[in-house]
Structure formats: structure tokens, C-alpha cells
């Protein structure tokens, strides 16, 4: 039997290991469930698309982005009271203006479509690349649901952007009226339309970007292809309608999310589209039809990303 046998001691001073029974113990406090977890993941992506609850730097794009789509209703406003003040009538300069109800949307797209590169990526792509895929999915979330409630909180996040500034509008034009109520009821069969094309404007431009990002961690490649996306099909259209073949180009302006969207604008709110533009016969039942499309094939096509990307 050697010196240092099984059952010696270690001298004195030399480096030993403690053993500590911590034991364990199940939770036993309330489980919330999968509803709770949609719930949360669904707020979560709507404060990161604000860039609520990250670092400065997150914040600095959506900051940026919705001062600038308050800009012309803020504006309009300004000048409806003071054209109102010097005696020349609000509804005079209401009705000539270029920002009204039926403008704003067209007026922001630009800069909506530009928040929709900057932020998507930011909620499927992170999740992506710093791999926490299967921390979601190992919970009550099932892989619709982390889906769903990311699409969800963005999309909420784009309507916001194109809400607000409409509200301001509305409060604006009803507050410098000497008669309040006769100025609610002009401007209120306005709300309706308002909200129907605001829905379809996030609905169509958030689920879109969020495909766009849900194919790539990059962040760089997402912002290219969601570009890419919201400007190739007009690009393609109107080189088809100069070549000659004007109906194809036509029809083609549908797979435009612009185009389409430029069409439900002048559907719901019972105006013509430019003359200058080349799809302007296509009938309204087409662009309606096109966004629906879109939105559905959008979150269809997601979904099966998720239900299939190795976690």
C-alpha cells in the first residue's frame, strides 16, 4: 500500500475542494403560460423597434425617423393658424393645401420605408446571430408564436408611425376652428379611411421587411434586400411600359408594395391617381387584392421559415 492510500488525509495546507449541497428545488411560484409569453414577446418587439430598452445608439434612427413624419403635420398646422389668424379662413388654405388626409401617407412613405430597413433586421436578425433561437423555443413559445409576435409588435410599430402624425393633424385642424363641433363632424368620415390605409400600410410594409429579415442575420444584407424589394418592382414596371409592352408593365406595377399601396390610398379615400402615372387604369379591386396578397404571403412565408430553420 502506497504512502498516499484511499483513505489518507492530505497534508495539511495543501489546496483541497468543498463540496457544498446547495439541493434542488422545482419553482413552484405561477407559471403564466404560452399566452403570457406571446404577450411579452410581442411588447418586447414593439419597444426594440422604438429601440425602448437598448443602448442610445438604437434609439437615435427611430428618434430621428419620427420627428421627420411629424414635420408636415406639425407644419400644416402652423400655417393653417396663422393663415386663420390673419383673417384668411382655415378651410380655404385646408382645401388648397398638399397635406391632407388623403396625401400624408403618400407624403411619409419614403421615410416610413426607410424606418422599415433601419429596425426589422434588428428583431429577427439579432435574435439570429447571437443564437438565442432555442432559448425561445425551448419555452411554451411554439414557433408560430415567436413568428406572429414579432410581426405583430413591428407591424404595430409601423402604424404608430403612421398614425401619430395624423392624429396631430386631426387635433390640429379641429382645435383652431372657432367651432369645434361642426369641425369634428367635417373631419371625422376622414377617420375611417385614415385608419383603413395606415393598417394596410404597416400590414404591407412591416410584414414584407420582416420576411426580408427573417431570411438573413446580416444586418447590412437585410437593409439592402428590403430596399431592394420596396424599389426594383416600380424600376421593372416602368422599363417594361417603355419597351413598349404597356399592359404587362401595367399589371406589373401590382407586385410594387408602393404602387399598390398608392392604389388603396385613392380607393379608400375616393380620389383619382396622377394622371402622369402609367397604372392608373388598372381597376381598385386589383390593389386591394395585391395588398392582401401581400400580407398573407408575406406571414405565410416567415412562418415557414421559422417552422423550418435549425434553432
Known amino acids: 500500500m502506497t504512502a498516499r492510500s ?11 475542494g468543498s463540496i457544498y449541497d446547495l439541493g434542488y428545488q422545482r419553482y413552484e411560484g405561477q407559471r ?9 414577446l410581442y411588447a418586447h418587439s414593439l419597444r426594440s423597434s ?18 421627420i413624419v411629424l414635420i408636415p403635420a406639425v407644419a400644416i398646422v402652423a400655417a393653417m393658424t396663422i393663415f ?30 426607410i424606418f422599415c ?31 406572429l409576435a414579432r410581426i405583430g409588435g413591428f407591424m404595430t410599430a409601423v402604424l404608430l408611425l403612421e398614425l401619430v402624425p395624423q392624429v396631430v393633424l386631426f387635433l390640429g385642424r379641429v382645435l383652431i376652428s372657432t367651432d369645434i363641433p361642426a369641425a369634428v363632424a367635417d373631419d371625422l368620415p376622414k377617420v375611417g379611411p385614415v385608419l383603413a390605409q395606415s393598417a394596410l400600410s404597416a400590414a404591407v410594409l412591416g410584414g414584407l421587411s420582416m420576411t426580408v429579415s427573417a431570411f438573413t442575420p446580416r444586418r447590412a444584407y437585410a437593409v439592402a434586400g428590403i430596399i431592394a424589394l420596396f424599389l426594383i418592382p416600380n424600376i421593372v414596371a416602368g422599363i417594361v411600359v417603355g419597351l413598349g409592352s404597356s399592359a404587362l408593365g401595367t399589371w406589373l406595377t401590382l407586385l410594387s408594395a ?54
Open 6 to 16: 484511499a483513505g489518507a488525509r492530505a497534508p495539511a495546507g495543501s489546496p483541497a
Open 117 to 147: 430597413a433601419a429596425q426589422a433586421p434588428e428583431l429577427f436578425g439579432r435574435d439570429q446571430r447571437h443564437g438565442v433561437l432555442s432559448l425561445y423555443f425551448a419555452r411554451a413559445l411554439r414557433r408560430s408564436d415567436y413568428t
Open 258 to 311: 408602393t404602387s399598390v399601396l398608392d392604389g388603396t390610398n385613392a380607393f379608400l379615400f375616393d380620389t383619382s391617381l396622377g394622371p402622369d402615372l402609367f397604372f392608373v387604369d388598372l381597376p381598385n379591386w386589383a390593389f386591394l387584392a395585391a395588398a392582401a396578397v401581400g400580407i398573407a404571403g408575406s406571414i405565410a412565408i416567415t412562418l415557414r421559415r421559422f417552422a423550418r430553420i435549425t434553432a
Open 84 to 113: 386663420a389668424r390673419f383673417g384668411g379662413g382655415e378651410d380655404g388654405f385646408a382645401v388648397q393645401s398638399p397635406i391632407r388626409y388623403d396625401t400624408y401617407a403618400g407624403t411619409i412613405s419614403t421615410i416610413v420605408i
Open 50 to 67: 422604438f429601440g425602448i430598452g437598448r443602448g442610445g445608439r438604437a434609439k437615435i434612427a427611430p428618434i430621428i425617423l419620427g420627428i
Open 32 to 40: 403564466l403560460g404560452r399566452a403570457a409569453a406571446i404577450r411579452s
